[in-house]
């Protein structure tokens, strides 16, 4: 009871590292979040419009990398930015970029795999009017997105909880280094080892909430009307 009193106290008098830490997390799964809906969602509509055997064998290897172990992303970028790795050169390793590639490379395949289905489930009509009115490949996208966006935002709701919820990749590519890499589930592990469970609690508490938040999106009713 005593910790769960101090985790609250730190929350509520703003303390500087709780509330760093939230930042430094939601900076980077959102900036995964954006590139993986910037690639994931024209790879999804071009995957529902093709029909080819490759495009289904691609098809399956998108559903199934969705299932991908955070920790095996974390190790194999680890090998590829370290020194002795291909793009090490690139000195990435252990900063938020590092960390945000991981993230993408985890939420890319939700981001493909739901768009692809959210496509594939659309009336066979909002396929007829977007090629009669003779739209480009762009404006066709956006025509069928605009159809299927409640889909879409969950898609994108529930590949913003897989990342920012993830352990793996973040402790292996961002080392945990104060005020640049630290995220809420690095220090969580940290601080618990230390046995500060107040700071624990306290990190535990906003994850549990913002999580709890998109999930509460993904099921909206908002979202139920639209869909």
């Known amino acids: 009871m005593a910790a769960f009193r101090d985790a609250l106290g730190l929350i509520a008098s703003g303390d500087t590292e709780v509330w760093s830490i939230t930042a430094v997390s939601l900076f980077v799964s959102l900036s995964a979040l954006l590139l993986a809906t910037l690639s994931g969602v024209p790879l999804g509509y071009y995957l529902a419009h093709a029909r ?9 290897i998108v559903h199934t990398l969705t299932a991908l172990p955070t920790v095996v992303v974390g190790l ?10 291909p793009l090490g050169w690139m000195d990435l390793l252990y900063t938020r970029v590092a960390m945000i590639a991981g993230q ?20 066979p009509a909002a396929f007829e009017t977007a090629r009669s009115l003779g739209l480009g490949p762009l404006m066709r996208l956006r025509v069928l997105l605009r159809e299927a966006h409640a889909a ?3 898609a994108l709701l529930l590949a913003f909880a897989r990342v920012f919820t993830e352990l793996g990749a973040a402790v292996i590519l961002g080392g945990n280094i104060r005020g640049e890499t630290r995220t809420l589930t690095t220090v969580i592990a940290l601080e ?19 999580a709890l938040a998109v999930n509460a999106g993904v099921h909206s009713r908002w979202l139920r009307k639209t869909a």
């Open 52 to 60: 080819s055997g490759w495009t289904r064998a691609a098809s399956s």
């Open 104 to 123: 993408t490379v985890l939420a890319l395949p939700i981001v493909a795999a739901l768009t692809l289905v959210a496509i594939q489930r659309l009336p």
């Open 152 to 154: 879409v935002a969950s």
């Open 76 to 85: 194999l970028l680890y090998f590829a930015l370290s020194a002795t790795g």
């Open 192 to 210: 618990h080892t230390k046995g500060d469970d107040a700071r624990a609690l306290a990190l535990g508490l906003i994850l549990m909430i913002i």
